[in-house]
């Protein structure tokens, strides 16, 4: 008995190390991005951002993304990266409410450059 709770709490321990040091995943991601957006941290928006379209190049979250980096260069003050990044959004954009959303960070964005 004491061997099976032994070769139990093993797998228990292997399995905890594999899944810590796993790769965040497109969703956890996003999350993580969407989440220091709401808090107002824009440098990090724009940096796990810029991961973000490395490792997920053809993600269906891709449209979101470029909008929240466009955005957050926005409000650091980054204008050229600002109309940049939401310039690229607006040629993927489907949803009609982030069209509108990039448009008028795009716009002001132009005006302050």
């Not at 709770?5 to 993580?32: G, M, R, T, Y």
């Not at 003050?77 to 069209?99: I, P, T, W, Y």
């Amino acid at each position: 008995m004491k061997k099976f709770l032994l070769f139990i709490f093993a797998i228990f321990i292997v399995d905890f190390f594999v899944f810590a040091a796993s790769p965040k995943s497109e969703n956890s991601l996003f999350e993580e991005i969407s989440s220091a957006y709401e808090n107002g941290f824009y440098p990090g928006v724009v940096k796990q951002a810029e991961n973000f379209l490395k490792k997920y190049p053809s993600s269906e979250l891709l449209e979101k993304v470029l909008c929240l980096e466009g955005e957050s260069y926005f409000k650091i003050s980054k204008f050229a990266q600002a109309k940049n990044v939401l310039s690229r959004a607006l040629e993927k954009l489907s949803d009609d409410d982030l069209k509108l959303q990039a448009t008028y960070y795009l716009a002001r964005a132009c005006y302050e450059l």
